[in-house]
């Protein structure tokens, strides 16, 4: 399952893999359904439904609960676990191997902070590295905010190079590689010249975050973006339409939709019978 996983981010799978992210068992069978071999969650679609922020380590038990439930789906499964939740490697190294045992073949790890800053270089590499030691077979995706909080130069620390994608990226992206990631994602990216000059300077298959704004799956892929991710889009839309469906209601308007909404059944028949995959659980 790994292995077919990690196929599917090289240039022979053909098309880039588009990751949808979902955000609870209804989310992921229903794409499932629509014929998405691999889902991602999103962690803020996760850390929402539970009353938390995103970003801030709170989601461990619920991403590692969802994962019990999706990690045994017909799909391949990656899951969002921020920064791995913890700044020990040792721990984030204990989190991959948990995720593993129920299923998950992929793990992303990101090196911003809640407080706007980047994760040391040093300690998010030791934190991969931690994660392949721990369970080698295990797609690590590492992710740099460097474009997400800035554009992707960083001071520089006289390090990158000169790849025109910014210097504090691909310093950061350098040492992610050593350390052992299977592929790096850099959200924020959307510049189709930075994109393409990123590629030439990886030895790794690059992720880029879709954006209904930026360039489209076949421009990626054009680019030689080999994985997109649909991050929280799908979360927030689905949260748009029932803000959306709400306000028509009350306004006595006809709601109306560009898809069809499922049935009660419908939605039901997501769900298999008998036990649920998570009584008797502990985390």
């Known amino acids: 399952m790994a ?10 799978a053909g098309a880039p893999l588009l990751l949808p992210n979902a ?43 969802l994962a019990l439930v999706l990690g045994q789906g017909p799909f391949l499964l990656s899951v969002d676990a921020e920064g791995g939740f913890s ?10 191997r948990e995720l593993a045992a129920v299923g998950a073949v992929g793990i ?18 030791a934190k991969i590295s931690a994660v392949k030691d721990a ?3 295990l797609f690590v995706n590492a992710r740099t905010d460097t474009h997400w909080l800035g554009d992707g130069n960083g001071d520089g620390h006289g390090g990158g190079r000169g790849c025109g994608c910014g210097c504090e990226t691909i310093r950061r992206l350098d040492a992610y ?13 959307g510049d189709p010249a930075r994109i393409a000059a990123l590629v030439k300077a990886l030895d790794v298959p690059l992720n880029i975050l879709y954006s209904p704004t930026g360039p489209t799956v076949p421009e990626l892929a054009e680019l030689g973006v080999r994985r997109i991710s649909l991050g929280s889009l799908l979360y927030r839309r689905a949260l748009g339409a029932a803000l959306e469906t709400a306000a028509l209601v009350r306004a006595g308007l006809p709601v109306e939709g560009a898809a069809p909404t499922p049935t009660y059944g419908e939605v039901q028949a997501l769900v298999p019978p008998g036990p649920t995959p998570s009584e008797g659980a502990s985390w």
């Open 3 to 12: 292995s077919t996983f990690a196929s599917l981010h090289h240039p022979d």
């Open 23 to 65: 955000w609870d068992h209804a989310s992921a069978a229903a794409l499932a359904a629509q014929g998405f071999a691999a889902i991602g969650t999103t962690s803020l679609g996760v850390a929402a439904a539970a009353g938390l922020r995103d970003g801030s380590a709170a989601t461990r038990d619920a991403s590692l609960a």
């Open 87 to 96: 700044d020990d490697p040792a721990e984030v190294a204990e989190v991959a």
């Open 108 to 125: 992303n790890l990101e090196d911003g902070r809640p407080d706007g800053t980047l994760t040391a270089v040093e300690l998010h590499a």
């Open 135 to 137: 369970v080698p077979g």
């Open 177 to 189: 590689q050593l350390a052992g990631a299977d592929g790096v994602f850099v959200p924020g990216l």
